[in-house]
């Protein structure tokens, strides 16, 4: 009796769940790197009586096939796999078969939003891997970028990284996590150290696409994507519960940088937990001056002031080699949980937070006025960042919606600056407070051979709280014990709030004609919404009470890659990008080197037209390669700091200038100023001498046109790149790096002040021209090498020495100079 219910049961769950998914009848095979279905594979049955082929689209019925055997996959090219039919009958619809030849094409995950391997794409992506990233024991997510010889990294202070790619640089360059924008409303155009609340440790990927992007990505994408990817739970595995330690440190700045991070896999769920703490202390920099310039860069004194203690005069450095007020702390907490559901559903949950210490701004801190440091305080109050966002992954199976992922995203970002100067007891605040609402829906799918298309929506919306005031310190001795007086002063954003919004959809269609020729086509139609409200309290200008910016933008892509046979491949493209202005563009207020940048309500969109053209040649194996590629680009309605009369301000003679906390100072503010064009080229290459050397690198050009109205393009760095040679053995990697960069002339820096010519040695001191007066970017270039050992098989240690010959340099457009000599250690250990 007992026996018969339990096949009744049997026999009714079955019939029940053959019903609910249609007896199971369609299933989808894809390539497990690529996701591109897989034609002709051969589906049978373990006795072999049935059997069929997947059609075009990797679909097949196997509606005919018995329940109680196993369904067997098996093509030439690829691993065979099986699976039970009862998995069929609880929903699963794909069929994933892993390629048997590793030396496949790479796949991108971020072009259009959608995974493609690099054979039908045109852009230019550089990827950095995760075993790059351990190998250079990097230390933030800003210093990481620099592992792509083609994106160069600027420098204000210790804790800071802002990147530029092909001439732009802060919110021209969309920065991205887990398919979710970090660019919020208050990007600024000049530099930006928000990269650094990336936490390398948690970084599985990081994809960069170089040049116009905004078909899949929206506004901002002039210069293209940094695409970080974390970390994933794995299913399933053998070891339920794993953990890992690694510490790192850098003799340079006597940096202790330490994590700890633990895995849990389950059948059906995941997580990932990671804590990081890092302390940074004050950089030393090169003794070995070879640009000649002997005093170029040093700290001769330094404000020993802080939030809490009080000095009246500068401080003598005994060290001047020794840049004070560069050191500061971080933690960073990353929780990321993974969900298996029914039907080949999968649940992320994904959580960031990341906080600092004060961040002293050593570019200020360094500035003189009068023979004396102006500043005693200048720093970033304590930098927050807080990330939610859950993703669900479907598959859905229709060709028009094979599968599709949705990611809904919640950001908050405090940042604060404090300023007071040497001879006053002023303090001033400024403080900022976003919150940021995202969802993206991205869908994929297959309609023809050849075929495949993705599509999708983005809603975002910020809403911006900003405030200033002032304080007066009361001092005990040399310490801070109160504040009085507290009084409103402008805040740097509007006073009385301000939003963005954005709702934005798309579309890209990839045609692979045959195995030589891909056509690629995408269009993106964007509506933006800024608004902007100042009451009367401290305003610059008194004309000024609100902004209502509306406007609509539509960017596409048009790109072929052709390969006239396995060794070559000829790629062409042309793109737009847009950038539309946000809040810091039309409302900031800013005090920098004597000018005042102020807002203007009257921005408008600005856009860049890109046409790129390359040519990649392959070794047979694939394990060789050269990329060469050229590109132009036309900016339109460019914005650009610029002179700005405040008309209605009396407090000077001069209409040029203004009164601002107490001092008269020029006055700038953005501008849409006409066309500009910029053009340049990269080269990438890799090749494999011998099974364990391989030598890689690249470099990068760029120029721009030189307006006679409104000087040079900023972010216009000289030609930089970097070349390794590596030994790669079983348990040891070892890599000498060979990094450089090229002078820069005076008269080819920007006139709105971007690119800190003020920063560059001084060689005629009484000039008023700043042309004549500074010197320009000296010319430098660095050796390093470093090694990696496994010294057991949970156990790995890191060695490194950096900047080998202890050379004193300083990047393009930065405000510090770069680390001398540097001995790295590092140890990771797994239980």
Same mark, same amino acid.
């Given at each position: ?11 009714? =769950? ?26 002709? &594979?051969? &589906? ?103 592992? +792509? ?127 990081? %703490? ?22 001769? @004194? ?76 200048? @720093? @970033?109050?304590?930098?927050?960042? #807080? ?6 992954? %479907? ?26 100067? #040497? ?13 940021? /609402? ?32 002032? !304080? ?6 040399? +310490? ?24 934005? $959809? ?31 309290? $401290?305003? &610059? ?36 990008? /847009? ?44 394990? !060789? ?25 009396? =407090? ?16 700038? $503010? ?160 797994? #239980?």
């Amino acid at each position: 009796m007992k026996s018969s219910v339990k096949k009744s049961l049997i026999l009714w =769950t079955t019939s029940f769940l053959c019903l609910h998914n249609l007896c199971g009848q369609e299933i989808w095979v894809e390539d497990s790197i690529s996701g591109a279905p897989i034609e002709d &594979v051969h &589906v049978f049955t373990e006795s072999g009586n049935h059997s069929t082929l997947t059609d075009a689209l990797g679909k097949v019925n196997i509606k005919n096939f018995p329940m109680e055997e196993t369904i067997n996959f098996s093509l030439l090219g690829y691993q065979p796999t099986s699976i039970d039919y009862l998995e069929i009958l609880e929903g699963k619809k794909i069929i994933q078969m892993v390629p048997e030849d590793q030396t496949l094409e790479e796949v991108v995950l971020s072009i259009a939003r959608s995974q493609a391997t690099r054979d039908i794409i045109a852009e230019q992506v550089g990827v950095i891997s995760r075993n790059e990233i351990d190998l250079n024991t990097k230390t933030t997510g800003a210093d990481l970028l620099e592992l +792509n010889p083609n994106i160069r990294l600027q420098k204000s202070q210790g804790g800071g990284g802002s990147p530029a790619l092909r001439g732009f640089e802060a919110n021209r360059v969309l920065l991205v996590v887990d398919g979710v924008r970090m660019n919020n409303a208050i990007y600024r155009s000049g530099h930006l150290q928000n990269a650094i609340t990336i936490d390398p440790h948690n970084i599985e990927r990081v994809e960069v696409t170089f040049g116009s992007s905004s078909v899949g990505y929206g506004s901002d994408a002039l210069g293209g994507v940094i695409h970080y990817y974390t970390k994933s739970p794995k299913l399933n595995e053998n070891k339920v519960v794993q953990s890992e330690f690694s510490s790192a440190f850098n003799h340079a700045n006597r940096s202790l940088v330490h994590n700890i991070n633990t895995t849990l896999s389950f059948k059906n769920w995941g997580s990932l937990t990671s804590v990081s %703490f890092s302390n940074f202390g004050d950089i030393r920099i090169g003794e070995n001056r070879r640009h000649g310039f002997s005093q170029w860069g040093l700290t001769p @004194y330094f404000s020993l002031n802080s939030r809490n203690e009080y000095r009246a005069n500068p401080t003598y450095n005994s060290n001047p080699n020794i840049q004070k007020n560069t050191g500061y702390d971080q933690y960073d907490l990353f929780q990321k949980f993974l969900f298996k559901l029914p039907k080949d559903m999968v649940l992320n949950m994904n959580i960031q937070y990341s906080e600092s210490s004060d961040i002293d701004r050593y570019d200020k801190l360094s500035e003189v006025r009068s023979g004396s440091l102006r500043f005693s305080e200048w @720093y @970033y109050g304590p930098q927050k960042r #807080f990330f939610l966002s859950p993703q669900l992954k %479907f598959f859905l199976g229709k060709n028009w919606l094979k599968k599709g992922t949705i990611t809904a995203a919640y950001q908050n970002v405090q940042e604060s600056r404090i300023n007071r100067r #040497f001879e006053s007891l002023t303090r001033a605040h400024q403080i900022e407070n976003v919150d940021v /609402f995202s969802v993206n829906a991205d869908f994929y799918g297959n309609f023809a051979k050849g075929h495949s298309f993705s599509y999708g929506v983005e809603w975002t919306h910020n809403e911006i709280k900003s405030l200033g005031f002032s !304080s007066d310190l009361i001092i005990e001795l040399e +310490n801070i014990v109160g504040y009085t007086n507290t009084t409103n002063i402008p805040s740097r954003y509007p006073n009385d709030g301000s939003s963005a919004s954005s709702f934005a $959809a798309y579309l890209n269609w990839i045609y692979r004609a045959n195995e030589r020729l891909t056509l690629n086509g995408g269009l993106r139609m964007t509506g933006s919404q800024v608004m902007a409200r100042w009451n009367e309290t $401290a305003l &610059v200008d008194k004309l000024l009470s609100e902004v209502d910016l509306n406007s609509n933008a539509l960017t596409y892509t048009l790109a072929m890659t052709y390969r006239p046979n396995p060794k070559w491949q000829i790629n062409s493209l042309i793109s737009s990008g /847009f950038r539309n202005p946000n809040i810091d563009d039309i409302g900031k207020i800013r005090e920098s080197n004597g000018i005042l940048l102020v807002p203007n309500s009257f921005l408008k969109p600005e856009y860049a037209y890109t046409f790129e053209s390359g040519i990649k040649h392959m070794a047979p194996n694939k394990m !060789s390669y050269i990329d060469l590629r050229g590109y132009i680009t036309m900016i339109s309605r460019h914005i650009v700091r610029s002179d700005f009369i405040v008309f209605t301000d009396k =407090t000077t003679e001069d209409e040029n200038t203004i009164m601002y906390n107490g001092e008269e100072v020029l006055t700038q $503010a953005n501008k849409n100023l006409g066309n500009r064009f910029i053009c340049g080229g990269s080269l990438e290459a890799q090749w494999t001498v011998a099974d364990p050397l391989i030598i890689r690198g690249g470099l990068t050009h760029t120029t721009a046109d030189q307006n006679a109205d409104y000087g040079p393009m900023p972010s216009i760095a000289p030609l930089f790149g970097s070349f390794s040679i590596s030994y790669v053995s079983k348990k040891l990697e070892t890599q000498l790096l060979w990094k450089f960069s090229d002078s820069k002339d005076p008269t080819e820096y920007s006139w709105g002040g971007e690119d800190g010519l003020n920063e560059t040695p001084i060689v005629n001191p009484l000039a008023s021209d700043e042309s004549i007066r500074y010197y320009g970017m000296p010319s430098w270039s660095i050796w390093s090498i470093l090694s990696q050992y496994q010294f057991k098989e949970n156990v790995t240690f890191n060695l490194g020495l950096r900047n080998i010959f202890d050379l004193h340099y300083r990047t393009f457009g930065s405000g510090i100079s770069s680390e001398g000599r540097s001995f790295q250690l590092g140890v990771k250990v797994k #239980f």
